[in-house]
């Protein structure tokens, strides 16, 4: 039995233990999966932004594309006002000009400075000054001023680019914008090198390539104008270039623009023959922008027009190239970086995330300040931005994984318990098991014992008389005696063994009824006496003042009757063999006990003696004769009243047994 239970508790616990290693093993999975799907929340959120800045470039590239190219110049002529027959017909004739709707503010959009560069070096903007205009408002000088510090800042950075090492190439350079000497562009820079130049090593990076500012596979606008209107624009804008070279007045401007028109009658006569007889429509071809970056600095450190520090390393230009005919020139703006940076933060401020924060920054002041979650490059072709995407606060994956495992190990520690107790309920309860079927043998070979001996005393007389072998009346008289004796003995052990099977069973019915517990306690010794007296003891009653009270006299009995056995049984060997059994009252319970003089009860069997089927010595080697039910039918039959049982220390030797029946009058 025991084995058994040994090899059981090994399993539960290589169980319990093998169970405690997978969950703490499924935590660590766990932590790795909440890490894992933050950082595909991060990458998520860095896409979604990619996509978002994406869409507004493409948008504004688009618009930009499709700008008329007029409106770089600072006077156009209205397509649907201009017929090109009224040249024809009236020579004379000036058709209406209206301002570029650009002018006015350097700004637009994504967009700063917009400017056309001719073949000659020469720059027009839509915001042009002529000052000696008299309408000139005061609040417009400080756009003018603006717009003068552009056109130096392209004069100065930008035409040198795009003329290259050899002097007066620029118009060459106009029809292949390939021969352009373009500085060496910032290097896009790779996750991983990022990740070790920054410190931020163990950091997922990712390059997001925005290619919207790219000119890969967008096509050529191909447009038809009039001719009459491309050749008033041409006049028109030359007579700006020229009040801004020659500083003429405001009355002067038609003398100049007249001018304008022969000159450019000249160009256009020593650029290629002309026909005697043009088409009425000319073709423009927009070719797709295409990026320039010049580093602060190429034009030298006397230069009075040194840009501020740019986020990719120098200045971004967008340029396109227009040809009509044989008018070839480009036109294009600088990238307003301030407005790319707020539209980026404007992005990454409607995706971010719960626990989420961010921070944009050019790639070589990237640095990991102990939040850095994830390195979002922006790859714009030209240059990288970093995204620096953040936790706000970093360990709130370990909090959740601290507060996860407490609550495991919590949970362990419960079913720990929880399986120890089992186990431990298990191993009493066998145990007790062992125990009781060891009570149970015992009993069977104590009843066995006790059935024999009175059945062979009383046959053995039976027989003797029955073939008159005694002769003696004495002896015959003697030999009844002892068969009543045994008979008695006989029926009470009978008489337990029915009544426990009884209350085991549930079907024991006592019958209280009033009476005189002194009454029926006297005569039950009496019904002893001649078995004490046999066994070599005295018995002395001493009854107190009981009135009248209910009880079960057949419970009584057995339990006067078990008590006095018992006390013969363990009272053998004592010098003093008087048996002392008392009556009284303490107002709540009648008190029955029953005294002697033997050895005792140890303290430590005080309680186990009122156990069912307990005996002091085991079976084989015990003294006293007895089934171990006297003492636990006393105890059940004191319940069954109400009351108690209980043993005490006599003086100056010997137990006290004391039961105590509730007063039920």
Same mark, same amino acid.
């Given at each position: 039995?025991?084995?058994?239970?040994?090899?059981?508790?090994?399993?539960?616990?290589?169980?319990?233990?093998?169970?405690?290693?997978?969950?703490?093993? $499924?935590?660590?999975?766990r932590?790795?999966?909440?890490?894992?799907?933050?950082?595909?929340?991060?990458a998520?959120?860095?896409?979604?932004?990619?996509?978002?800045?994406?869409?507004?470039?493409?948008?504004?590239?688009?618009?930009? =594309?499709?700008?008329?190219?007029?409106?770089? !110049?600072?006077?156009? #002529?209205?397509?649907?006002?201009?017929?090109?027959?009224?040249?024809?017909?009236?020579p004379?004739?000036?058709?209406? #000009? %209206?301002?570029?709707p %650009?002018?006015?503010?350097?700004?637009?959009?994504?967009?700063?400075?917009?400017?056309?560069?001719?073949?000659?070096?020469?720059?027009?903007?839509?915001?042009?000054?002529?000052?000696?205009?008299?309408?000139?408002?005061?609040?417009?000088?400080?756009?003018?001023? &603006?717009?003068?510090?552009?056109?130096?800042?392209i004069?100065?950075?930008?035409?040198?680019?795009?003329?290259?090492?050899?002097?007066?190439?620029l118009?060459?350079?106009?029809?292949?914008?390939?021969?352009?000497?373009?500085?060496?562009?910032?290097?896009?820079?790779?996750?991983? =090198?990022?990740?070790?130049?920054?410190?931020?090593?163990?950091?997922?990076?990712?390059?997001?390539?925005?290619?919207?500012?790219?000119? @890969?596979?967008?096509?050529? !606008?191909?447009?038809?104008?009039?001719?009459?209107?491309?050749?008033?624009?041409?006049?028109?804008?030359?007579?700006?270039?020229? =009040?801004?070279?020659?500083?003429?007045p405001?009355?002067?401007?038609? !003398?100049?623009?007249?001018?304008?028109?022969q000159?450019?009658?000249?160009? /256009?006569?020593?650029?290629?023959?002309?026909?005697?007889?043009?088409?009425?429509?000319?073709?423009?071809?927009?070719?797709?922008?295409?990026?320039? #970056?010049?580093?602060?600095?190429?034009?030298?450190?006397?230069?009075?027009?040194?840009?501020?520090?740019?986020?990719?390393?120098?200045?971004?230009?967008?340029?396109?190239?227009? /040809?009509?005919?044989?008018?070839?020139?480009?036109?294009?703006?600088?990238?307003?970086?301030?407005?790319?940076?707020?539209?980026?933060?404007?992005?990454?401020?409607?995706?971010?995330? @719960?626990?989420?924060?961010?921070?944009?920054?050019?790639?070589?002041?990237?640095?990991?300040?102990?939040?850095?979650?994830?390195?979002?490059?922006?790859?714009?072709?030209?240059?990288?931005?970093?995204?620096?995407?953040e936790?706000?606060?970093?360990?709130?994956?370990?909090?959740?994984?601290?507060?996860?495992?407490?609550?495991?190990?919590?949970?362990?520690?419960?079913?720990?318990?929880?399986?120890?107790?089992?186990?431990?309920?298990?191993?009493?309860?066998?145990?007790?098991?062992?125990?009781?079927? /060891?009570?149970?043998?015992?009993?069977? $070979?104590?009843? $066995?014992?006790?059935?024999?001996?009175?059945?062979?005393?009383?046959?053995?007389y039976?027989?003797?008389?029955?073939?008159?072998?005694?002769?003696? /009346?004495?002896?015959?008289?003697?030999?009844?005696?002892?068969?009543?004796?045994?008979?008695?003995? %006989?029926?009470?052990?009978?008489?337990n063994?029915?009544?426990?099977?009884?209350?085991?069973?549930?079907?024991?019915?006592?019958?209280?009824?009033?009476?005189?517990?002194?009454?029926?306690? %006297?005569?039950?010794?009496?019904?002893?006496?001649?078995?004490?007296?046999?066994?070599?003891?005295?018995?002395?009653?001493?009854?107190?003042?009981?009135?009248?009270?209910?009880?079960?006299?057949?419970?009584?009995?057995?339990?006067?009757?078990?008590?006095?056995d018992?006390?013969?049984?363990?009272?053998?060997?004592?010098?003093?063999?008087?048996?002392i059994?008392?009556?009284?009252?303490?107002? @709540?319970?009648?008190?029955?006990?029953?005294?002697?003089?033997?050895?005792?009860?140890?303290?430590?069997?005080?309680? @186990?003696?009122?156990?069912?089927?307990?005996?002091?010595?085991? &079976?084989?080697?015990?003294?006293?004769?007895?089934?171990?039910?006297?003492?636990?039918?006393?105890?059940?039959?004191?319940?069954?009243?109400?009351?108690?049982?209980?043993?005490?220390n006599?003086?100056?030797?010997?137990?006290?047994?004391?039961?105590?029946?509730?007063?039920?009058?």
């Amino acid at each position: 039995m025991y084995k058994r239970l040994i090899i059981l508790s090994i399993i539960i616990f290589a169980a319990l233990g093998g169970l405690v290693w997978l969950g703490y093993h $499924s935590i660590r999975i766990r932590a790795q999966g909440m890490e894992g799907a933050r950082l595909g929340e991060f990458a998520a959120v860095a896409e979604q932004i990619r996509q978002d800045v994406t869409r507004k470039l493409d948008e504004f590239m688009q618009n930009e =594309q499709n700008r008329p190219y007029t409106d770089y !110049q600072y006077y156009y #002529v209205p397509e649907n006002i201009a017929p090109g027959r009224q040249i024809a017909a009236a020579p004379s004739l000036q058709m209406p #000009v %209206l301002r570029s709707p %650009l002018a006015g503010s350097l700004e637009q959009g994504l967009a700063y400075g917009n400017f056309q560069i001719e073949p000659d070096g020469s720059i027009i903007t839509p915001n042009d000054n002529v000052e000696q205009r008299q309408d000139l408002a005061d609040s417009d000088k400080e756009l003018y001023a &603006e717009a003068l510090s552009n056109r130096i800042n392209i004069k100065d950075n930008l035409l040198p680019v795009l003329s290259g090492p050899t002097p007066g190439s620029l118009a060459m350079n106009l029809y292949n914008r390939n021969n352009i000497a373009m500085p060496n562009e910032p290097p896009t820079i790779e996750p991983e =090198q990022f990740a070790k130049e920054t410190g931020q090593k163990g950091k997922l990076s990712k390059s997001y390539p925005i290619e919207s500012l790219q000119s @890969k596979g967008k096509k050529t !606008q191909v447009i038809e104008q009039k001719r009459a209107v491309f050749e008033q624009n041409v006049a028109s804008n030359m007579d700006v270039q020229s =009040q801004q070279s020659t500083g003429l007045p405001g009355p002067q401007i038609r !003398q100049g623009a007249v001018q304008a028109e022969q000159t450019a009658g000249q160009l /256009q006569q020593q650029a290629s023959p002309v026909p005697e007889r043009q088409a009425e429509t000319v073709q423009v071809h927009i070719e797709p922008f295409f990026t320039v #970056v010049v580093p602060v600095g190429l034009s030298g450190e006397d230069s009075t027009s040194q840009p501020a520090q740019s986020i990719f390393g120098g200045q971004v230009f967008l340029l396109r190239h227009v /040809q009509i005919e044989d008018r070839h020139f480009l036109q294009g703006f600088k990238l307003n970086e301030e407005k790319l940076v707020e539209q980026i933060d404007e992005s990454a401020s409607r995706f971010m995330r @719960k626990g989420m924060s961010f921070e944009l920054t050019p790639e070589e002041n990237a640095s990991d300040n102990g939040k850095i979650a994830y390195a979002a490059i922006l790859n714009f072709g030209f240059g990288d931005l970093v995204l620096n995407l953040e936790e706000i606060d970093p360990g709130w994956i370990g909090k959740e994984i601290r507060h996860l495992r407490i609550w495991y190990f919590s949970i362990v520690a419960i079913v720990f318990f929880a399986v120890t107790g089992g186990l431990a309920s298990l191993w009493r309860n066998a145990s007790e098991q062992i125990k009781l079927a /060891q009570k149970k043998d015992d009993f069977i $070979s104590a009843v $066995s014992h006790e059935l024999r001996t009175p059945l062979t005393s009383i046959r053995m007389y039976s027989e003797m008389l029955e073939k008159n072998w005694v002769k003696s /009346q004495d002896k015959a008289v003697e030999y009844y005696k002892n068969m009543r004796q045994e008979s008695e003995r %006989l029926s009470r052990l009978i008489e337990n063994v029915l009544d426990f099977s009884r209350i085991q069973r549930g079907q024991k019915k006592y019958a209280f009824n009033a009476g005189d517990i002194n009454k029926c306690v %006297l005569d039950v010794v009496e019904m002893m006496r001649p078995y004490v007296m046999q066994k070599g003891f005295s018995v002395r009653t001493e009854p107190g003042q009981i009135d009248e009270s209910t009880f079960d006299a057949d419970a009584v009995t057995q339990i006067v009757v078990n008590l006095l056995d018992n006390a013969v049984k363990y009272a053998r060997d004592a010098e003093d063999k008087t048996i002392i059994v008392r009556t009284k009252t303490d107002g @709540k319970f009648t008190i029955i006990e029953v005294e002697d003089h033997g050895p005792g009860v140890p303290h430590r069997q005080r309680n @186990k003696i009122f156990e069912q089927f307990y005996r002091p010595a085991a &079976e084989s080697t015990r003294e006293t004769t007895g089934t171990g039910l006297g003492l636990a039918l006393v105890k059940k039959f004191a319940e069954a009243h109400n009351g108690f049982v209980e043993v005490i220390n006599a003086k100056p030797t010997g137990a006290i047994f004391r039961v105590a029946l509730a007063t039920q009058t």
